[in-house]
Structure formats: C-alpha cells, structure tokens
C-alpha cells in the first residue's frame, strides 16, 4: 500500500518540524486521519479511563498522550504511518497483561491499544484459528468450544493473545505441542513503513521463525493463525498440601517432571504462596484429553492433600478455575529464572520466600500483599515440540541438552503504591538472593522467559547468539530505520 498523506496531517507534520509540543503533533494528526475517526481517545474522556482500567497491574496503567483503539489491519496501517511520520514515542498493549511499568501502556506517548481488535475465526477445512491479538484466551476457547477444538493458549482466561504468543506462551498443550508461538501458522504483521505482511513457512519466512519469541519487536501483529488440538478436554484443578509435606511434594513433582514422556498430555505445576493468612503450597496437575488420575500423576495422587478442586471438563470451562479472582488494579510485578530440577534447587527457593515475605510482612505490617512463587518445568518434549514445527528465539535447544528444568517465577501483588514502595525493594532482593544461591549451589541456568520478565532481567541476552543474530537480521531487514527499537518505549528491546 502506498503512503498518501493528508493535506491537515501534512501541515501538522511541518508544524512538528518547526519544533511544536510532539504531544499535540501526535495527537492531533492521529485524530485529523479520517480512517482513525472515533478511534482516538483523549484524557478525560470516558473511553480513555475505561481503557485505563483494562491493566492487569496499576504499574502498568500510564496515562498517554492518547491512545489508538485500531479495530482493523487499516487502522493500524494508518497509525504507524503517522508515528513513523511524526516522530512520536509508543508503547503497545494487547491484553494489558504485563505488569512492570512500561511494559504495555507509555507516558510520555500514545499507547497503540488493540483491545478491540479482539475477534477469532475458525477454518473447519484447514483447522486453523484466527485470532486478533487484543482477543483474551477465555473468549478463544468459547469460541473454539463448538468445533470440539481447543487453542494452545494460557492457563488463565483473561491474558491477552497479543503478548503471550509474540513471548512465547506456556500452555496446557506444552508437552504435546509447543509454546504457543510454535503452533503459529502464519503472522499477519504490519511494519514500520505502513506495508503490511504475511509471515510463514512459505512467505517471510524468517520474520516467520523470529516473530515467534520477539515480542513488539518487528512490527505490530495483527492477526495470528494457529493450528487447533482436537478435542476440548481438560482434566485438572488445584491440590493442596499440609506444609509439612513440602518435601514429599518436591519429589513428587521432580520425579513426575523428569519421567515426562514425548508429547505428554500430563503437566504439573508446583505453587507456592503467601499472605496474611500464612504460607500454603498447592500442585496444578493437568491432562489435556481429560483423562483422570493419569498413571503419571502417581506419585502426587499417593500424597495426602488437604482439599483439591481437580475435575474434568471442556477447557473453556476449567481455565476460568484457575483466573480465580485475577483483580485488575493492583500493583503487580512478575520475576523469572532458572535452575536445575533438583530438590536442592527447589528447596533453595522455598526457603528464601520463607525468609522474605516474613521480612516483606515485617516491614509493612498493614499492608494486604501475596507473593506467588511457581514452580514448572521446560522439558525436552515441550522444546522438540518447538523444533518440530518450524523453531522458535527462546533458545532453550542449549537449556534442555541435559534434561529437563526448572522455571521459576516470583509474583509480588501488593494493595497501594505507599506499600509497594516499601515491599518491591524487598522483594528484588529476593530474586537476586535465589539466582545467588543457585549460582552458589551449582543449580543457577542462565535463561529468563520474556513473558515473566521484569524490566531489568533482559530476557533476549539469554536466548543465545545465534537466535540474538537472527533478531537482529530481521529488524534490519524488515524495520530499516529501528522504529520499533527507537520509538516503541514499552515492553523488551533486541
Ligand atoms: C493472570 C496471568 C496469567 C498468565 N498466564 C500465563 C501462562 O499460562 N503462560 C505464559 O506463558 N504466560 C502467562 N502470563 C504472562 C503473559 O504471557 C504476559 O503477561 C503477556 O505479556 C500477556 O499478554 P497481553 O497481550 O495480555 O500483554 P500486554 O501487556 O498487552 O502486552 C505485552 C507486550 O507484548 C507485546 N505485544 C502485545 N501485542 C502485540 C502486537 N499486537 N504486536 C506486537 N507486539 C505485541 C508488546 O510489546 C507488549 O509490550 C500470565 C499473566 C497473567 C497476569
Ligand atoms: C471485544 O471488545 C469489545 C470492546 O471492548 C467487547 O465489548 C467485546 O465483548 C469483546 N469481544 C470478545 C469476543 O471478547
Ligand atoms: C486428594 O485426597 C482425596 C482424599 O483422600 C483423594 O481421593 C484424591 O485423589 C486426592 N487428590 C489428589 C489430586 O491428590
Ligand atoms: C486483600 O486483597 C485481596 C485481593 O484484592 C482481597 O480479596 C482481600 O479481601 C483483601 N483482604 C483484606 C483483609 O483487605
């Protein structure tokens, strides 16, 4: 598609030449372009605040310059063209799932927002989804429901398309499938000069393979095929355990993760959790063909729990189990590495999130805050799932050689800003001392997931030089002028 400028957003673009305030220059010429018309949302406006309170983390909530909602490949078209044209700093949000600050919405910009640009459609011929990347995982699955088929999609109703699957995406079909991003067919992306591509095996095939981990790196994605899993059955729920059976759970779950055979549908989570009312561990088992009590579950099933929720039924329904509550507006941040599958790894962890939620509770005594810690494995059939179907960035090829791992993720959600000035701080220290200790003991891997990342833990350094090499390749090649390096300000850069 050609670029063609209109006469009101020319004059605007001279106006930003000769020095004006970039915050109306942008705002103005997104507002003047007929194709965005009623699409832009201004401060004060009820649309604008509505928008504001969509974000999973209050951290993440900025109040941009505007925002532009595009409901189509056009109107992002349109967009891009007038940022790339004025200049203007942007930041990307699909979900709004992301928690640190400047992970999707911008402050000093405009917040590029695909919340309704949220819509799925599926090919019963060809088995493949469709899906609009503001769309959220619970709305995929009811739809897909009918059609007896499933997505690889996250574990909880409410995260976004967009992020999780440009990230990665951990999901139920792991063992069997891949990550998220491995199962995508063909991406539908929109460049930085407004042209707007499709990337697959066949076409772009190297923005095809680099996509598939890069996050809002290349270009903004606007639609993104998948191949569906047959059948809807998910077997799987919450199980917790007497404190006292810390031990016996570990190994329940590092015998469970090492025996875990080629395309498994069985995947076991270990969940560790504070607040007020105390400490309490818990497992997520799962089967996706909604087989019960699968014979891999054995180890775990001869525990004894102190209540479990585990029931069989379509995905679309089980999935919002495991949202629970998931309120919107609290102040969350997520962290993430990696160790070895051993219980000294594990135990490590356990250990220090004993040690500072005490000293988190300790100093802030009023304060309502959790800290989630989870416990799951990357394992080899999860990676060969990768490397089946085409490759992903995350480099975890060198991670997996000598078996499976242990990802960790800490999740600090606290009640106020005032509590979270004084918690965060703490709870930093507790990530340096885990990745201390494992280093320390000989456990520490050097790998961070993107979609658990904090702002610092520079995800892309770890995906190896090789998968860095290609990323940078195809930026070259496909943004020649670092748009989406220099004017994207939120999320991780290459
Ligand atoms: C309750 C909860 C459960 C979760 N469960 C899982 C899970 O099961 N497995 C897992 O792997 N992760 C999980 N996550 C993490 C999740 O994958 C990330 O938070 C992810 O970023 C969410 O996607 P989003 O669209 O909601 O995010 P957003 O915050 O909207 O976007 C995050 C980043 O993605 C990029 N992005 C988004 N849309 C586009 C686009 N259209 N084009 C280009 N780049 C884009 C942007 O750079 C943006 O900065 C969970 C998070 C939460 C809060
Ligand atoms: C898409 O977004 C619109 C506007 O936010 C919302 O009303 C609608 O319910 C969403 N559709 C789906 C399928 O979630
Ligand atoms: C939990 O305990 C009950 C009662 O002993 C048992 O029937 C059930 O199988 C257990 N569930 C799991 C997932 O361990
Ligand atoms: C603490 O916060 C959680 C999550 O918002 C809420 O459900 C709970 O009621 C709060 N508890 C107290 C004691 O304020």
Redesign the pocket.
Known sequence: MKFSAAASFATLAATAIAGQDPHRVCCEALGAEKQLRGKVLLPGSVGYDAQLNTYYSANAALHAWCMVMPESTKDVQATVKILTKNQCPFGIKAGGHSAFKGSSGIAKGVTVDF??L???SYNPDTGIVSIQP???WG?VYE?LNPYGVAAVGARTSVVGVGGFTTGGGYTFHSNSHGFSCDVVTNWEIVLADGSVVNANSNNNADLWKAQKGASGNLGFVTRIDQETVKGTLLWGGFTSYELSERDNVFVAYLDFVEKTEENSPDQAIVALYYDFTGFSIRSILTNNMGVANAPAFDGFLALSNTSSTVTSGPISEIIPQFTGPTPLGLYANWFTGMATNTLEALTIIDDLHHKYATMMQAAAPNSNFSTLVELQPVTNSMVDNSVKRGGNILGLERVVKDGPVLMWLVSLTVDTEENQKVILPIAREFVDAINKAEKKAGHWIDWVYLNYAWKDEKPFSHYGKDNIKLLHTVSKKYDHNGVFQKLRQTGFKL
Request: aromatic share 10%; no cysteine; charged share 10%.
């Open positions: 919340g309704h949220n819509s799925t503001g769309a959220r709305s739809f």
